[in-house]
């Protein structure tokens, strides 16, 4: 997670782990960088573009040691104006992945990424699938009202207002 200023704040066991196994990217100052100038330069672009109120919500952005296959990809979303209860306000999530790699289900995805339960992620990935509330319902063995609470709680998690700006956010996480 990175900050108004672009300085990482917090991030994973997962992510810690990955700046030690993959010295591509590393923290300086505070800030995400790579061990290139030019890979440096585009991570910095993106985040400012992902910080600036009229920017853009998703940025890409692959990371190379020898092209044509990235190293890494880099995905950072801007998050929604919120209260936090850490000792600093995270602005920009970032996700980090290698394309080589065996890939992870969006379920697991989206359960690392903001901590849902399994049921909230099935409801999630129903919903993004484009799948409507009361087929949800019925499909979980779960009442309107259930579903509701679930969706209160996958909302508050993710920092989203409305089942649009969910779909949106989870579609281009894992899409």
Not at 24 to 36: F, G, I, M, Q
Not at 63 to 85: F, I, N, Q, S
Not at 127 to 148: M, N
């Given at each position: 997670?990175?900050?108004?200023?672009?300085?990482?704040?917090?991030?994973?066991?997962?992510?810690?782990?990955?700046?030690?196994?993959?010295?591509?990217?590393?923290?300086?100052?505070?800030?995400?960088?790579?061990?290139?100038t030019?890979?440096?330069?585009?991570?910095d672009?993106?985040?400012?573009?992902?910080?600036?109120?009229?920017?853009?919500?998703?940025?890409?952005?692959?990371?190379?040691?020898?092209p044509?296959?990235?190293?890494?990809?880099?995905?950072?979303?801007?998050?929604?104006?919120?209260?936090?209860?850490?000792?600093?306000?995270?602005?920009?999530?970032?996700?980090?992945?290698?394309?080589?790699?065996k890939?992870?289900?969006?379920?697991?995805?989206?359960?690392?990424?903001?901590?849902?339960?399994?049921?909230?992620t099935?409801?999630?990935?129903?919903?993004?699938?484009?799948?409507?509330?009361?087929?949800?319902?019925?499909?979980?063995?779960?009442?309107?009202?259930?579903l509701?609470?679930?969706?209160?709680?996958?909302?508050?998690?993710t920092?989203?207002?409305?089942?649009?700006?969910?779909?949106?956010?989870?579609n281009?996480?894992?899409?």
């Amino acid at each position: 997670l990175l900050d108004e200023l672009g300085r990482i704040g917090a991030m994973t066991a997962a992510a810690e782990r990955l700046f030690i196994q993959k010295p591509t990217l590393r923290a300086v100052d505070d800030r995400l960088c790579s061990r290139t100038t030019e890979d440096s330069r585009r991570i910095d672009l993106a985040i400012r573009s992902v910080l600036d109120p009229e920017g853009a919500a998703h940025v890409r952005v692959p990371v190379y040691r020898t092209p044509p296959m990235p190293e890494l990809v880099l995905d950072l979303y801007k998050l929604p104006p919120r209260d936090w209860a850490l000792a600093f306000v995270p602005r920009v999530l970032v996700s980090i992945r290698d394309p080589r790699a065996k890939t992870r289900t969006g379920g697991t995805v989206l359960a690392d990424a903001f901590g849902l339960t399994p049921a909230e992620t099935q409801v999630t990935l129903h919903l993004c699938e484009g799948h409507p509330r009361e087929r949800i319902a019925q499909a979980r063995g779960v009442s309107q009202e259930t579903l509701k609470v679930q969706l209160k709680r996958i909302y508050h998690k993710t920092g989203c207002a409305r089942e649009a700006e969910l779909v949106v956010l989870i579609n281009a996480l894992i899409g």
